[in-house]
């Protein structure tokens, strides 16, 4: 009982200092200095239609890397926190209810329908919402559904390991070709600007967004991987 | 609008922390978690929405001539996207620990965690 | 539009408070993983009102399909010691 | 004309959430609330629509699409685990 009433008291401490916030709210009327730098100069500079794409991608390019390394550690640890308690072969076969008809009929029309959704969607990152990270979760999602459907569905490690590092590697490697050949790391002006609006536009932001993709793509389907393969306690 | 979005996402952040700190079982924690990760999430692109403005997304409806009147903040947008790809890293992480914590223990209760007692 | 917009606003964000309390004080575990589940949902919804389909698309691919996934996977391993 | 339509829609979708709202909310069973939101997402599918025409941006079509494709993937996850096959 002194629990939840101590949780209340910090609970009101909060809820206090967010009415204050809440209150004291006053939406700008116009963009700051950097929302405004960036709407005006992305379709010169960068030749993107999407503005949160050229951010992301380009203006903090550095802070992607950064955040990709992040996830490559969170799906890395998860592999160790579950493989250290990998226990011998002794421990008795998993039984699970087989999918029905309809499930494993419709997931074999649908996963591939939705791994070419995920490519779709962060190939054209740059022009329509969406990019490397949604179109890595959708085809994260196309793995998912196959594992639903037979959860003792074994994915080969190697496969994805070796995608997951390879795209780190050319992400890398874009990244410092723009050094030599452009303004900077991560530079996108590699490759010629193109005109706004179509699909070979915008630099390299569409190489560099479909590297991300796969490689978040990797790593989100070595966390299943990883999950599907601990034992039933 | 903005107004009662911030206010839903303050309201969200509470209930979280509300059902982290009140329950033992730690599945549950996270699960509160989530909801206070959405809270956030919708806080913070709240703080970049301005009236009357749309996405910041160039097409035929917001020329590149004019955008600078017409659409909303970019960059906390940005952020909000990575936050959501992290948030999803971490919790995938604390359910890793309480599989290995159901493992060694057999229970869900966090009050059954001991060892730093004394 | 503006009053659509504020009408759909205030009934996402009911919903969604609703759905949070249900997650959090609900009895029973799958329920509450489920309401998670929705609040991400409508949470995406609201996103694109604020006019950030970028947000709202992540939101989509991630918090409903691949979370509630993981949740339900830990929580079928776990099947035998949930008393609570 | 269209903005009658565009508010007719809306209201008749809003009505249908909140029936399904009530459902989720009070739904004794396990089973009910499933279904509810089942329904809830594909009532969803329609306000992201909804939006769509309302703000004119086609682009926002995108996003219906993505969740129309996606969003069974939770209730197939919690359908599996009550039928022990998870």
Redesign the interface.
Known sequence: MI??FA??L??AG??AI?MG??FT?E??????T???Y???R???DIGA?????A??VTY?GL??LG?VT??FL??A??GL??AS?RRKKTAKERT????GEL?ATGSTLLAP??ML?GVY?FVNGHL????G??GG??I??GM??LL?TD?LKHFSHTLIATVESLSGILYVAIGLLGIFLAGGFLDNRILPIGT??TLFSAGAIPLIYSLIGLK?GA??SS??A???E???? | MALIAMAAGFILILIGFYGALTNRNILRMIVAFTVADTGVNIVMVTVGYLRDRTAPILDNAVPAADAAARIIDPVPQALVLTAIVIGMGVTALMLAFAYRFYEKKRTLDITKCTELKW | MSALFIALTILLTVAMIGAALVAVLGKSMPIAILSAGLVSLLASVLFLLLAAPDVAMTEAAIGSGLTTFLFFFILGRVRGGEHD | MVDILIYIAAAVTGIAFLFALYRFLKGPTAADRVVAFDTMTLVTVVFIVIIALAEGRGIYLDVAVIYALLSFLGVIAVARYLERGL
């Open positions: 629990r939840k949780a209340l910090l609970l909060i809820a967010f916030l809440l709210y939406p700008d009327p116009e963009l700051n950097t929302a405004r960036y709407a005006e992305t379709a010169a239609a999407n503005i949160v794409t951010i992301v903090r802070d992607t955040e992040v996830l969170s799906a640890i998860v926190v579950l308690g699970v209810t087989p999918a499930l329908l939705i959704l969607v329509t919402p969406g990019g990270f949604q979760a959708i994260a999602s998912l559904l639903l959860p706004l609006g978040v790593e989100f966390i299943l990883h999950l599907s601990t034992e039933e306690l």
